[in-house]
């Protein structure tokens, strides 16, 4: 005995606004339009909190280093040969003489103050911030191990993920680190086919980038310019 058969079975239904796919496709609410998904948390992730790498700021570290070693080895060299006898170096008389001389809203003692104080808060920056911003975390799967992805290279996998969906002429991908900017060109299908095809192939290349902080899709599909 058979059960009847159900003509729309074997169709394929796009997914309705806030619907949340789960599986090897990356679970994603629709948010603005059906072209916007934002991530959904993934309750199977290991909670293991994977940070961003931090730079080592070696040049700004070697600058900052050569300057103070430098200005630090003139000034000692200097007072050593007048604590000898040796009358002081031009430049410290001068100076001396201009801070002696010179008041505080004189345009050079202010001028010099703001940039001081510019450098002071651009070393800051880079001491307070991790930079590598092209360097996206992994999930850590050993708490030992960390392990990143280059932002060019996730984009270039998902631009190859992109080209395969029928219909697609060309693809531009956009990385980010909180959001990933899909631009198709589509030759032939409908848009709206199209885009749920670009949907689901690029969830799951989101997904299996293994990323600690997946980001959010938006896709947009339209047709080649028209020629003359």
């Known amino acids: 005995m ?30 603005a339009s059906s072209a916007a998904y934002d991530p959904v948390p993934d309750k199977e992730r290991p909670e293991g909190r994977a940070g961003r790498f931090w730079s080592a700021r070696r040049i700004p570290a070697g600058i900052v280093a050569a300057v103070v070693l430098g200005a630090s080895g003139l000034l000692l060299y200097d007072v050593s040969a007048v604590r000898a006898g040796h009358p002081a170096m031009q430049w410290r008389r001068s100076l001396a003489d201009e801070l002696a001389t010179r008041k505080l809203d004189d345009v050079w003692v202010l001028t010099g103050a703001s940039v001081a104080a510019a450098l002071g808060l651009w070393l800051l920056l880079l001491a307070l911030t991790p930079g590598l911003r092209d360097l ?61 095809d670009l949907d689901t192939v690029l969830s799951t290349g989101i997904r299996e980038l293994g990323l600690a902080r997946p980001p959010s899709l938006s896709v947009h599909v339209r047709r080649p310019a028209k020629k003359g």
């Open 2 to 31: 058979t059960e009847p058969h159900d003509p729309d079975d074997g169709t394929r239904r796009a997914p309705e606004a806030g619907a949340v796919e789960h599986g090897s496709v990356l679970a994603l609410d629709q948010s």
């Open 136 to 196: 996206l975390p992994m999930r850590r799967e050993h708490t030992d191990v960390r392990a990143g992805l280059d932002r060019t290279a996730a984009a270039m996998v998902l631009r190859d993920r992109a080209v395969e969906v029928a219909g697609v002429q060309s693809v531009r991908v956009r990385m980010g680190r909180r959001k990933v900017g899909v631009r198709a060109v589509s030759h032939f299908r409908e848009l709206d086919d199209v885009r749920a």
